[in-house]
């Protein structure tokens, strides 16, 4: 996106994304930039987010409860989604891309990539 022009709101976005482990809805990033720019529109972060994802500064994780919630961790790895409290985690774990050689093995097309979501209970939910 040649001559994109600057905002600091899109760049206060972008850094909080990077810095927190949570996987915040957009309403969520709202409430957190907010405090730093009070006049901002819940409008402009919807848009700013949709732009970061399509730049690639960070990435969409569609949850099963309708609302989109999002990464800043751009590094390769998988997301778990908790069917009890739809926490959003990170999960620590070997890469899985060579599921991606078996897929295309018999695919006339090119797999490039792909996108894995793992559900169940997460330790807080299980009491642990």
Do not use: W
């Not at 809805?25 to 409430?31: C, E, G, K, S």
């Not at 989109?68 to 069917?83: A, Q, T």
């Amino acid at each position: 996106m040649a001559g994109l022009k600057y905002s600091r709101q899109r760049e206060a976005i972008k850094e909080y994304l990077s810095m927190t482990k949570d996987h915040p809805t957009a309403d969520m990033v709202y409430m957190h930039i907010r405090q730093e720019y009070p006049n901002i529109s819940l409008g402009t972060v919807y848009r700013n987010l949709n732009l970061l994802v399509e730049q690639g500064d960070i990435i969409r994780i569609k949850h099963k409860d309708g609302g989109d919630h999002f990464d800043g961790n751009l590094e390769e790895h998988y997301h778990f989604i908790c069917k009890n409290c739809n926490n959003v985690l990170d999960l620590e774990m070997e890469s899985i891309e060579h599921i991606n050689k078996i897929a295309g093995a018999g695919f006339k097309g090119k797999i490039e990539g792909s996108s894995t979501l793992f559900y169940g209970l997460c330790p807080d939910c299980m009491g642990q």
